[in-house]
């Protein structure tokens, strides 16, 4: 599966609904209720197609994320407030907990990336409360897949964004988290071979479609993968896939914290424009 680029352009980019593939979602037919799970990730996969539509970093938060609250004013106060605290120097561009950019450190994936956690939940931290119509925080290593899949199905992400609750607060993992609470969801790779990295769009891919098959009254999902330095932004409705341009989480403080406050405002069930008023 590969990613066909979107050409920079000035002018306004219609939704990019109109650019996905359409039709039957691919979980309503009877080998997807009944085959195995190999079989269910090969339809999956090819009901998708080969090439997934890129889009550019300025129409991805324009268009494809959901409206917000946020202004760039409200983004800019935040990247200058995590700057202001110590956790990115725009000198050295360095993270505090992450010295080294994760594609020179030598460590395996799951170290390299686990100084994420503070840094993602600092920046999500710096969001005005008021600004937030929701809490997240993020969390690493899940070892059970979410609640509410498929007995056969141990799908575990890398990571999550996951909205608070009375019963997710407190949680020192994810284990038990419904999918219901997960605004994001993450993969990481360091390194690998071209076949490791076709490798994760998969799992990506696979991860986004649980919780619209958990829950159909849930129009789309969002995921996020990380390969090396650059996040890559993905987004799953009923009417397909669509990405976004990578972001060097190292060389880009100020582009990298715009994308993490924005996983606060998505809205897990229907479209924007098909929400009741007072719809959660």
């Known amino acids: 599966m590969e990613l066909t680029s979107t050409p920079s352009r000035t002018e ?3 939704s990019s609904v109109q650019d996905t593939p359409s039709g039957q979602w691919p979980t309503s037919t ?3 209720e009944s085959g195995k799970l190999e079989h269910r990730k090969e339809l999956l996969g090819a009901k998708l197609g080969k090439t997934l539509p890129e889009k550019t970093q300025a129409h991805w938060l324009s268009d494809i994320l959901p409206p917000t609250k946020l202004t760039r ?4 106060g935040v990247y200058k407030r995590v700057v202001q605290d110590g956790i990115y120097c725009p000198v050295s561009k360095t993270w505090r907990e992450l010295r080294k950019p994760p594609k020179t ?5 799951t170290k390299v990336y686990q100084p994420l956690v503070p840094i993602f939940n600092a920046i999500l931290d710096a969001v005005p409360p008021a600004l937030a119509p929701q809490k ?3 969390k690493q ?3 059970t897949p979410p609640t509410d899949g ?3 199905d141990r799908t575990k992400p890398d990571a999550n964004f996951v909205r608070i609750t009375s019963s997710t607060a407190n949680a020192t993992s994810i284990d038990k988290i419904s999918w219901i609470n997960i605004r994001e969801i993450q993969e990481f790779k360091k390194d690998g071979t071209r ?3 076709e490798e994760i769009i998969k799992q990506i891919i696979w991860h986004l479609h649980m919780p619209l098959d958990t829950d159909l009254r849930r129009w789309c999902v969002y995921g996020s993968t990380i390969i090396n330095n650059n996040m890559r932004g993905y987004r799953m409705s009923r009417e397909g896939v669509v990405v976004s341009q990578e972001v060097d989480i190292t060389e880009a403080g100020s582009a990298f914290s715009c994308r993490i406050c924005h996983p606060d405002r998505v809205r897990k069930r229907v479209p924007p424009w098909d929400r009741p008023q007072n719809h959660p």
Not at 73 to 76: G, K, L, V
Not at 105 to 109: A, G, L, M, S
């Open 30 to 32: 009877r080998l997807f």
């Open 105 to 109: 450190d030598p460590r395996h994936e």
């Open 195 to 197: 076949a490791d990295l």
């Open 12 to 14: 306004h980019l219609q």
């Open 73 to 76: 004013d409200d983004i800019n």
């Open 141 to 143: 290593k899940p070892y």
């Open 150 to 152: 498929r007995p056969d």
């Open 136 to 138: 997240l925080i993020y």
